[in-house]
């Protein structure tokens, strides 16, 4: 059976991945809006006995480390605020569609959610660092960023051969090796998923653009932690793969914000320090 390497193909391709359930995107626009109440998360929650049950698991878990036992996700909400739980609720639906192996990018199973994850739980550490103002978007654009690999996976896997040469022989990045063959990258392909599933147009264009394709986009501070939240987790060996290495590290995003000349060893020293604590949660959601 060969594939049909037509941007067409690839594109309509897009109606074959499976969506995110509706309660993602539903949770997605509680976190955004300042003015949504505690009560509308939970009660969207409680409507999914699966969700409610891995919730209450998770947070009763060692590394919530709470003194008594929560009973109720209205009672999660109150004692670990919204931002954590919708956190946990968003890296456990996620999971089920980025666990898969992705064998054009030499993904092991699990590989491409653990990149996935962590990164997010970083972004979220160097948000709240900054100061950011979008620091529920950061987070989820970091965890849906590489959701176009879902789709592009069987392409670079046929054309794999042709896109290492450019990699390996031309220094070209992987995402424009990638645009160069097939005719378009896995971010931009995720710009589009983002669009079909109705995400907002700053959700699509943070995902669109999370390598920082060109240095004007450096003007947005929630793009620049995208970036370095997947570049430190890539530099520590998470969910690398074939193409986690073969991108250009930009030293303005350290200027952009904030850190210093030896920004990025601080940046991989902060992740050290949180090591343990990513792995528990990781440990927690019983997925990681």
């Avoid at 530099?235 to 350290?254: A, E, H, K, N, W």
Wanted: proline share 2%; hydrophobic share 45%.
């Amino acid at each position: 059976m060969t594939t049909d390497m037509s941007l067409d193909a690839i594109i309509d391709d897009i109606d074959t991945l499976e969506p995110i359930p509706q309660i993602t995107t539903q949770l997605i626009d509680i976190a955004q809006d300042p003015d949504s109440a505690l009560s509308e998360a939970a009660v969207l929650i409680t409507h999914d006995a699966a969700l409610t049950a891995n919730l209450l698991r998770t947070v009763n878990s060692a590394y919530f480390g709470l003194r008594r036992k929560i009973e109720s996700v209205q009672e999660a909400v109150v004692l670990l605020g919204l931002n954590t739980i919708l956190d946990v609720v968003l890296l456990q639906l996620t999971a089920s569609r980025l666990k898969a192996a992705q064998a054009g990018y030499d993904l092991a199973a699990g590989e491409l959610w653990r990149h996935a994850a962590v990164s997010a739980i970083l972004a979220r550490k160097f948000a709240e660092r900054v100061e950011a103002q979008n620091i529920n978007r950061i987070f989820t654009c970091t965890l849906l960023k590489d959701i176009g690999k879902l789709v592009l996976n069987q392409y670079v896997y046929a054309s794999g051969e042709e896109i290492q040469r450019l990699v390996c022989q031309d220094e070209y990045c992987f995402h424009d090796a990638e645009r160069e063959v097939l005719g378009i990258d896995h971010a931009e392909l995720g710009g589009r998923i983002a669009e079909r599933w109705l995400f907002t147009p700053d959700m699509a264009r943070v995902i669109r653009y999370h390598h920082l394709p060109d240095e004007n986009l450096l003007e947005d501070t929630d793009l620049c932690i995208v970036y370095l939240s997947d570049c430190v987790c890539s530099m520590m060996g998470i969910g690398t793969g074939r193409d986690g290495l073969s991108y250009r590290f930009s030293d303005q995003v350290l200027e952009r914000l904030n850190y210093g000349a030896n920004g990025l060893d601080q940046l991989i020293m902060e992740y050290a320090l949180m090591k343990s604590e990513i792995d528990g949660l990781m440990a927690s959601l019983s997925l990681g």
